[in-house]
């Protein structure tokens, strides 16, 4: 197997009450899908890193040269029939720098935090800027 794992976590702030969130992996299937409350949802991605900084993986995505993201799926595309969401938000992962991934190497878990909500009221979609940016939590 080509690289490292490392630990990637995606902290939704203010997710969607009631709605399902998960992982969406390069089949888009949901994995383990997870209903939100009224508090943060964190989603935990292992991916492998290789030399160039290259990310690889189950969940890695990629668009032309050098755009690294993963999906995290929500709603009817997390899972959850009946859903009045069929959403998906891309997370870029290829803008964390270099010193954060030298920490990640060494088992730090780098975290993210995400706006829960787009404008129209319901969960964040499409390219989803986050809130802060990437740094270490453990």
């Given amino acids: 197997m080509t690289g490292q794992p ?4 995606l902290r939704i702030q203010d997710p969607v009450p009631g709605v399902a ?5 390069k089949k888009n299937h949901p994995v ?28 890695v995505r990629s668009e032309g ?3 690294r993201f993963v999906y995290i799926a929500i709603g009817t595309s997390a899972g959850q029939h009946g859903s009045p969401w069929t959403r998906r938000a891309k997370i ?4 964390i720098p270099e ?11 780098l975290e993210v935090l995400l706006p ?12 989803v800027v986050p809130l802060e940016g990437w740094r270490v939590v453990g």
Avoid: M, N, W
Avoid at 6 to 9: G, M, Q
């Fill in 6 to 9: 490392i630990t990637l976590r």
């Fill in 21 to 25: 969130y998960s992982l969406q992996d």
């Fill in 32 to 59: 383990e899908p997870v209903t939100a409350s009224d508090v943060s949802l964190a989603l935990d991605v292992s991916v492998r890193l290789a030399p160039g900084p290259r990310f690889l993986g189950e969940f």
């Fill in 65 to 67: 040269p050098s755009r």
């Fill in 92 to 95: 870029d992962i290829h803008t």
């Fill in 99 to 109: 010193g954060l991934l030298a920490k990640a190497l060494e088992g730090a878990v």
């Fill in 116 to 127: 829960g909500r787009a404008r129209d009221g319901g969960p964040a979609c499409a390219t």
